[in-house]
Nanobody
Framework: QVQLQESGGGSVQTGESLTLSCATSEYVDARYCVGWFRQAPGKEREAVAYLYIGDGDRYYSDSVKGRFTIDRDHANDLVYLQMTSLKREDTAMYYC?????????????????????WGQGTQVTVSS
């Protein structure tokens, strides 16, 4: 059974850093993609960063490229999102997600989200 549990959200000032963690169940193995999505009030859910566990290939949205880093601790089944140079527009609920890779495809960055498992979310608030 796929289970995801996020932690590490909070309130920070612009320019500061924050690291989110996602504990995944052992079932999330090399067949899976894991990553982070976010949803701000009144906006659609969007992919932020994800990776394919099988070969480590990574995706970053243009809005976070160069500022965010996704990584995985294989030994402890943890997925991290290191966020630096945070901006007010990064404020959102952040969700950990997992999906079994099919046909060379991980996630649709803006949906649909068939086959995606979600964590409960963790809030990130960036203020000036």
């Amino acid at each position: 059974q796929v289970q995801l549990q996020e932690s590490g959200g909070g309130s920070v000032q612009t320019g500061e850093s924050l690291t989110l963690s996602c504990a995944t169940s052992e079932y999330v193995d090399a067949r899976y993609c894991v990553g982070w999505f976010r949803q701000a009030p009144g906006k659609e859910r969007e992919a932020v960063a994800y990776l394919y566990i099988g070969d480590g290939d990574r995706y970053y949205s243009d809005s976070v490229k160069g500022r965010f880093t996704i990584d995985r601790d294989h030994a402890n089944d943890l997925v991290y999102l290191q966020m630096t140079s945070l901006k007010r527009e990064d404020t959102a609920m952040y969700y950990c997600a997992a999906r079994r890779r099919t046909g060379g495809h991980c996630f649709s960055p803006r949906g649909p989200y068939d086959g995606v498992y979600w964590g409960q979310g963790t809030q990130v608030t960036v203020s000036s």
